[in-house]
């Protein structure tokens, strides 16, 4: 079963957006990562993935997705096969972002909307069973 886990915020200040949905909601710090030109703190209810995420640069390919500034960059949803998945994005027309070999895999859905698919472990500190 598909369902979405994760919500991808890019933000400005990674320390103070964490402490913000720590103390005034209760998350807590399941994993904080760098790659690709970024820093992500993954914050997590246990049932859903909150990531922080602060661009070296908003001149970056990956930054500039989402639009200029602090936005919802994208939200992923957990699925049981990421190849089939792929398959049918592909057959609707969106058009994959993420690199070759890479995942989640990011994609552009119909309307414009950015969202990734990835198995459910790629989603810090989230159980997706019922």
């Known amino acids: 079963m598909s369902r979405v886990v994760h919500l991808a915020l890019k933000v400005n200040d990674l320390e103070q957006s964490a402490a913000f949905w720590q103390k005034v909601f209760g998350f807590t710090r399941s994993e904080v990562t760098r790659k690709r030109g970024h820093t992500s703190c993954h914050l997590t209810d246990g049932r ?3 990531a922080l995420i602060q661009y070296d640069s908003e001149d970056t390919v990956e930054a500039g997705l989402a639009g200029a500034g602090p936005c919802i960059h994208h939200f992923g949803i957990a699925v049981n096969d990421v190849g089939s998945t792929e398959g049918e994005l592909k057959r609707y027309g969106c058009e994959i972002l993420s690199q070759p070999g890479v995942t989640p895999i990011k994609f552009r859905a119909p309307g414009g ?18």
């Open 48 to 50: 859903f993935d909150l």
């Open 113 to 130: 909307v950015i969202a990734e698919v990835g198995t459910a472990g790629v989603y810090p500190g989230v159980d997706i069973r019922d």
